[in-house]
């Protein structure tokens, strides 16, 4: 009888735990989260993602990661009203949603760079906290240089500097300078010249001025590869082949060329025109959808991944420069690693313009692509 008992007890007792159990799985929200980003970039997330998640037992992130067509799928989740909790974002696609309405409106944060959050705002309204900025600087290849006896560009250099140094970089082996033809890479000519690419700036005198310095890079000093000699190669290639001298391109470029280059490589900043040194500051962040039912455990996400020690973790990889002022500023992204002054890329952030973005930007810069093809050909 006693034996009986126990076992009934037990019983009992088990199926209570059980149901105990099956109901604390029930306390879970679960939030959704859309990013795109290479494996090195996954690699630093899902970790954060998991400690996020022991930090908050009562939150699951389904994370979905969306390597390419990232914002053409994007456009289809919030078109059938499924849009993921969390999407992170860039400022060039931002104000489409913002218009839209489809993202809530968020809480600046104290600690960003200004020029950040104002990448990710629309009209006054910040849509996304910011995790990194991203700026243009010159690379360059230090060997040529001092194979050529050429003195290092410095701080303040203006563009006949520039072109005085392409030219002496330039052979028949070795070009002095990148050439690209998407605006990316040539909006800055047009910056600090007092220019821009929208509608109302294109055909501004300081704007045709720097276009014309741009094709003549190519065309008339021919320091820079004309397409024909450029083939399939890609500018990346072409400044790791030591083909080009110097490389227009952002800090995406780092952890390639400190695992590839062959070669001694630090960066400068952008050469000086009428107006200065000034590049385009875009912004990537993270925004919360507005239709999500689960806001507040989405703004924690969001709060999660932007503080200071997620920021040193991404900042770790060399891959981004942190929008938070005091992960950029840590040991963490000045680690004493390529590039020497890695410090250019903050330095330039106080002479940065956020680029002008509009609802059609895509179409307009699409229609710059094809109007400036036989001028840069």
Known sequence: MRTSFRLIFFTILTCCIFLCGCAKKETYTTIEFASWGSKSETDILKPLISEFEKENPDIKVDFMHIPQNYFQKIHLLFASNTAPDVIFINNLYLPVYAN??????????NGFYPQALEALSLNGKLYAIPRDVSNLVIFYNKDLFDKKNIAYPDKGWTFDDFLTTAKKLTDKNTFGISFEEDPLFWLPYLMSNGGGILPYDIDKEESQQALNFYADLRKKYH???????IASATMAQMFLQQRIGMYLSGRWMVPKLREEAEFDWDITEFPKGTKGSIVQLDASGWAVSKSSKHKEEA????????????????????????????????EYFLDGQ????SKIFLDIIKTSKPTPVTTDYREITDKLKKDTEARFN
Do not use: M, W, Y
């Open 338 to 341: 390529k590039p020497e002054h």
């Open 299 to 330: 703004k924690k996400l969001v709060k999660f991944l932007s503080s200071k020690e997620s920021s040193e973790k991404f900042a770790q990889s060399g891959l981004i420069v942190p929008a938070r002022e005091d992960a950029a500023n840590s």
């Open 223 to 229: 320091v820079a590869p004309l397409k024909s000699e």
């Open 100 to 109: 839209a309405g489809v993202l809530e409106e968020l809480e600046p944060e």
